[in-house]
């Protein structure tokens, strides 16, 4: 007993480790796939605001517009640039080639990304650029050094800037709750006032948005699954009631 008592912590150890991860503290966020108006938004600010870079190959227009509840005759009108259809894939027409000159790195495809990297990642890092004059597109990033991406929503979230040192970045997040208030008490990054079009809730609250909406393209049939859940669970539980009853009529006259 003992023996696979070890053997099943062994197996489980690798994904605790590797999803605690490491470098800079991650901001946390509850995602919520049943919240439509956010996926919708994020859906919006994803096509408007990140695939002229990133495909999602493994998500259709049509899928995603019936999954969250948009018609697609509306996807098909405003959410779709080009000649693409909404039965199609969310390709674009970047070459990876052109890509890898102009960023140094091709812009990954972003269907799995919330799998690969998990929704705080991503949540954290969007909101995470400040200015470096020594980068290429004068950004970089706290969870992602020396990123290849430059900030295409600086125009929403304003100029970022970075009042640490490397180290102290690093761990900017280590003492920054106040635990009584939940206050930030020391902010590495501050956002020059006035240079963006949102607030700060309202820049955070476009992230979690488009956050969601990646969470729920990399598991999309996971709505489904958790709604068949529930009839499954419910059918059991009824079906108990009649399975305990004729158990109870077939051992009546053994004891
Ligand atoms: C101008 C082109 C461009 C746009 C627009 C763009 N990105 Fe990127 N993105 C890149 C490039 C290039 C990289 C690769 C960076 C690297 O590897 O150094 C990248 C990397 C990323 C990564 C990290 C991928 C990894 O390595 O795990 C994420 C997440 C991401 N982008 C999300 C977004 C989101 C969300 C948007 C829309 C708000 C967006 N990007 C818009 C160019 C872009």
Known sequence: MKKYLIALFMA??????????????????????????????????FVNRCLGCHS???????????????????????????DQKVGEQMHNAMSKDDAANWFGNPPPDLSLEARLRGPDWIYTYLRSFYQDPARPWGVNN???????????????????????????????????IDPLTGARMSECLTVVDGTGKLSEEEFDQTIY????????????????SERLGTKVLIFLAIFFVFAYALKKEYWKDVH
């Open 142 to 176: 706290v969870v992602f050094k020396d990123v290849g991406m430059p900030n295409v929503l600086e125009d929403l979230q304003g100029v970022q800037i970075n009042n640490c040192t490397p180290e102290e970045l690093l761990h900017h997040g280590d003492a920054e």
């Open 12 to 45: 489980v150890l690798p994904v605790t480790a590797m999803a605690a991860g490491g470098g800079a503290p991650l901001d946390h966020i509850e995602v919520d796939l049943e919240n439509k108006p956010s996926l919708q938004r994020g859906m919006a600010t």
């Open 209 to 224: 948005d488009l956050t969601n909406f990646l969470t729920y393209m990399g598991e999309p049939y996971r709505l489904e």
């Open 56 to 82: 999602a190959d493994y998500q259709r227009y049509e899928r995603a517009a019936n999954d969250i509840g948009l018609p697609p005759e509306l996807v098909q009108e405003y959410m779709i640039f080009g």
